[in-house]
């Protein structure tokens, strides 16, 4: 079964950095794609970051530049750094992944950048 796990958010202040953590299971790693999502208190979740297989990155405009996603596909890890933040990068962060098909989620890590 497919699992994965976030874990880094926390309490920062605006200017700072978190990285976050995925670690994952029931899943050939180093063949998917991964996606960092967020979802800020009365917003639709978005698309933060995506890394494929052969680790091309694509990122939403407003994180380019300053966030990093990366992956150590000997840790089943997917990474994303956060620098500069900023209060509206608030918000439950997901790891994703899809899998013939089915998008599988974590359950979140709550980061909360305070000015």
């Known amino acids: 079964q497919v699992q994965l796990v976030e874990s880094g958010g926390g309490l920062v202040q605006a200017g700072g950095s978190l990285r976050l953590s995925c670690t994952t299971s029931?899943?050939?790693?180093?063949?998917?794609?991964m996606g960092w999502y967020r979802q800020a208190p009365g917003k639709q979740r978005e698309l933060v970051a995506r890394?494929?297989?052969?680790?091309?990155?694509v990122y939403v405009e407003s994180v380019k530049g300053r966030f990093t996603i990366s992956r150590d596909n000997a840790k089943n890890t997917v990474y994303l750094q956060m620098n500069s933040l900023k209060p509206e990068d608030t918000a439950v962060y997901y790891c994703?992944?899809?899998?013939?098909?089915?998008?599988?989620w974590g359950k979140g890590t709550l980061v909360t950048v305070y000015s």
């Open positions: 029931g899943i050939i790693f180093s063949i998917n794609a």
């Open positions: 890394i494929s297989s052969s680790s091309r990155e």
């Open positions: 994703n992944v899809n899998k013939r098909g089915m998008d599988y």
